[in-house]
């Protein structure tokens, strides 16, 4: 075999015989491409592993024939803007192996993923705290009912919640969990559909508002974004609760 050759075997999925062959050969180049292939299966194998070892919470509720649902939010911290959430259902023929922690993966990864998710997920469902409910009752108290928007949007009512250390006010049992997103793959689902849902819609905001870039600080306080505010003072997007939105009140 030539050099193209045995990259194009590697690509694919040799077999047991054909690796064999590959390490008895005594080409420089083939054992290099050898060594890349190693090194590729032994970090799939550790992200499949991880991927199961996420999988470990629905698994107990499956086990007993019940539906569960992860839930993550995006958006508590900004000056503008809503927060957003999301609830999840998946089940066992989910394999999307790089759904992880929304804040691990790049933009790019997270965009890519976000149709995937919707197209393999048993049902997805959004919840929305506007800033005008964030500045009414405070974030935390939207950011729980927004949470309980998205679970009663989804089709199919689950029998359990995983939740990112909350408690949703929903007469659901609830499994929380710290740092959820890195430990359910259901949450982390969540994680990017909600964080990807709200960029879009910051995005949206920014051709409305172009002067505050939030296509780019998606309303976080940002050094652009303050003197935007600064200079042309706060959109209806704003949150008027936040300093120092609320300066200009």
Known sequence: MTIKEVKELLAGNPTPDQLAALASDPRTGVQKLLLAYQRRMLKLKKKQQDFAARFEYE????????????????????LAG????????????????????SKKLTPKRRRELYPQILAKAVDVSIGVGSPALIDRINVGQADLLAMKQAVEG????????LVDAMKIPIAIPQTKLIKGDSKSNSIA?????????R??????????????????????GTADHLAALKEFGPTPIHRKT????????
């Open 242 to 249: 936040f300093a120092p939105v609320s300066d200009f009140y």
């Open 154 to 161: 989804l089709k199919n009512m689950p029998d359990e919640l």
């Open 82 to 101: 809503p927060i957003v959430t999301c609830a999840v259902i998946l089940d066992e023929n989910f394999d999307l192996l790089d759904v992880n922690d």
């Open 189 to 197: 689902a969540a994680s990017i559909v909600a964080k990807v849902f």
């Open 199 to 220: 960029d879009n819609l910051m995005d949206d905001y920014a051709k409305l508002y172009p002067a505050y870039n939030f296509n780019k600080n998606a309303g976080y």
């Open 59 to 78: 698994k107990r509720f499956w086990a007993d024939g019940k539906v569960v649902a992860g839930i993550d939010e995006v958006g508590r911290g900004p």
